[in-house]
């Protein structure tokens, strides 16, 4: 007799055969890109998409709606808009390494990338929301704002410091972690009318960065405003996440 979990076991299992599809395409992808870019442009590619692999593998289990038990078998539009914004950015990461074809790709890589962030968000709240969903487009972002600072720092655009800003989010994200492991509780994020438009600036910095004949001390005054603004808000959201302002709701329920 079928235990009752199996069509759970079943459509996990049909997830992740299509997720490592999605994986192998991802990869041929980068592998087609090498005789344009080069053979040192893999060197930075590869690590970011399998970073962007182990991280969407790793939580393939969340790719249920908010507060459901079980997990669908497909991916979804969404989330394919979104994992495809992270190839751009494996793309993206390897540009520094390589022979570009124009001075304009490392730009027209991240705008298209971060552009699509509106996209699969919208195509979520047409179909359909998944915690996965929400979970690797905070992911991405984070990603975007990561390697595209890497890149404009490394070409002399931003000033170092500025990387503080690609790191912020897995500094969060890690203590939460933590936090979790030890036991201790955590709280969902209040809404914010300042959070997008905080996140539209460091796209804005880093695009900036990116394109050819633009940097400089103009440029520099306003990404540490755009850093500072960015820290401000994350230390208000951790205070929130842990209750450290006050919370009456109850915290996260532990998976």
Same mark, same amino acid.
């Given at each position: 007799?079928?235990? &009752?979990?199996?069509?759970?076991?079943?459509?996990?299992?049909?997830?992740?055969?299509?997720?490592?599809? &999605?994986?192998?395409?991802?990869?041929?992808?980068?592998?087609?890109?090498?005789? $344009?870019?080069?053979?040192?442009?893999?060197?930075?590619?590869?690590?970011?998409?399998?970073?962007?692999?182990?991280?969407?593998?790793?939580?393939?289990?969340?790719?249920?709606?908010?507060?459901?038990?079980?997990?669908?078998?497909?991916?979804?539009?969404?989330? &394919?808009?979104?994992?495809?914004?992270?190839?751009?950015?494996?793309?993206?990461?390897?540009?520094?390494?390589?022979?570009?074809?124009? *001075?304009?790709?490392?730009?027209?890589?991240?705008?298209?990338?971060?552009?699509?962030? &509106?996209?699969?968000?919208?195509?979520? *709240?047409?179909?359909?929301?998944?915690?996965?969903?929400?979970?690797?487009? +905070?992911? #991405?972002?984070?990603? /975007?704002?990561? =390697?595209?600072? =890497?890149?404009?720092?490394?070409?002399?655009? $931003?000033?170092?410091?500025?990387?503080?800003?690609?790191?912020?989010?897995?500094?969060?994200?890690?203590?939460?972690?933590?936090?979790?492991?030890?036991?201790?509780?955590?709280?969902?994020?209040?809404?914010?009318? #300042?959070?997008?438009?905080?996140?539209?600036?460091?796209?804005?910095?880093?695009?900036?960065?990116?394109?050819?004949?633009?940097?400089? %001390?103009?440029?520099?005054?306003?990404?540490?405003?755009?850093? /500072? #603004?960015?820290?401000?808000?994350?230390?208000?959201?951790?205070?929130? +996440?842990?209750?450290?302002?006050? %919370?009456?709701?109850?915290?996260?329920?532990?998976?």
């Amino acid at each position: 007799m079928p235990s &009752a979990d199996a069509p759970a076991r079943a459509d996990h299992s049909r997830l992740r055969r299509r997720f490592l599809g &999605a994986v192998a395409a991802g990869a041929f992808g980068l592998v087609a890109l090498r005789p $344009l870019f080069g053979g040192r442009w893999l060197l930075g590619a590869a690590p970011v998409g399998l970073y962007l692999a182990v991280y969407a593998g790793s939580n393939l289990t969340a790719n249920r709606a908010p507060g459901a038990a079980r997990a669908r078998s497909t991916l979804g539009a969404a989330n &394919a808009i979104t994992l495809f914004r992270g190839w751009l950015l494996a793309v993206l990461a390897g540009a520094p390494l390589g022979s570009a074809p124009t *001075r304009w790709v490392p730009v027209a890589l991240f705008c298209v990338a971060v552009s699509l962030d &509106a996209v699969d968000g919208a195509v979520a *709240r047409r179909t359909r929301e998944t915690v996965l969903g929400a979970r690797l487009d +905070a992911a #991405v972002d984070a990603l /975007a704002v990561l =390697v595209g600072g =890497v890149v404009a720092v490394g070409g002399g655009a $931003l000033p170092a410091w500025y990387l503080v800003a690609g790191g912020v989010w897995y500094a969060y994200a890690g203590s939460l972690w933590l936090r979790k492991r030890a036991g201790e509780p955590t709280y969902e994020l209040p809404p914010s009318r #300042v959070r997008g438009p905080i996140g539209i600036a460091q796209f804005l910095v880093v695009a900036a960065g990116l394109a050819p004949g633009i940097g400089g %001390r103009p440029l520099a005054a306003v990404a540490g405003v755009a850093l /500072a #603004v960015l820290l401000a808000s994350f230390a208000r959201d951790w205070a929130a +996440a842990t209750g450290r302002l006050g %919370r009456d709701d109850p915290p996260i329920a532990p998976e």
